[in-house]
């Protein structure tokens, strides 16, 4: 669990807990498409160990969503800790503050650092119907795109994520 160190944002916020993870995390990979997407990121980097918070994500909308996680995002905004730049797409941690903060050192962060959100969003697919549906691996990927919900050429690169990463296999079926 994260420890109880504070960081002061400027304004008179800190930054604690969950929200101070979800903040490293977000600087770490430099930054996401939109709020969606980040769930994928989280969701896959937390199935990887690689955080450690316990955001429950629900699958219902065919995308990994955190009720918890939103809320800690939208404060993370409010607080100015966390940039919405329509503009330029992306969300981003305010840069006077990740430079304060410490990077999540892990393999897994390093890699979706440099990963499309097309890939991550499948590979969060991927994890949720091996790990959850005890789906084989390529059985899912060819669900998947028959079910029209990724592209063809973004089920390669997830696979291989999977495998890299990801070393718990989908129970055996009878």
């Known amino acids: 669990m994260i420890?109880?160190?504070?960081?002061?944002?400027?304004?008179?916020?800190?930054?604690?807990?969950?929200?101070?993870?979800?903040?490293?995390?977000?600087?770490?990979?430099?930054?996401?498409?939109?709020?969606?997407?980040f769930q994928a990121f989280v969701f896959v980097a937390q199935r990887g160990n690689a955080l450690s918070s316990e955001y429950e994500f629900d699958f219902s909308r065919n995308l990994p969503l955190s009720v918890d996680l939103t809320w800690d995002l939208e404060g993370l905004m409010h607080d100015g800790i966390i940039i919405d730049e329509?503009?330029?797409?992306?969300?981003?941690?305010?840069?006077?503050?990740?430079?304060?903060?410490?990077?999540?050192?892990?393999?897994?962060?390093e890699r979706l650092a440099t990963t499309d959100p097309p890939a991550?969003?499948?590979?969060?697919?991927?994890?949720?119907?091996?790990?959850?549906?005890g789906i084989p691996l390529d059985e899912a990927g060819r669900l998947l795109v028959e079910k029209g919900m990724i592209r063809?050429?973004?089920?390669?690169?997830?696979?291989?994520?999977?495998?890299?990463?990801?070393?718990?296999?989908a129970p055996c079926r009878d």
């Open 86 to 109: 329509r503009r330029g797409n992306a969300i981003l941690v305010r840069d006077d503050l990740g430079k304060t903060l410490d990077r999540v050192e892990s393999p897994l962060v």
């Open 120 to 133: 991550v969003l499948t590979l969060a697919r991927l994890i949720w119907l091996t790990q959850d549906r």
């Open 152 to 169: 063809p050429e973004c089920v390669h690169a997830a696979e291989e994520l999977y495998k890299a990463y990801f070393q718990l296999q």
């Open 3 to 37: 420890s109880g160190a504070v960081l002061a944002s400027g304004e008179g916020q800190t930054l604690v807990g969950r929200r101070r993870e979800v903040a490293k995390f977000l600087y770490s990979i430099g930054k996401a498409s939109d709020p969606v997407s």
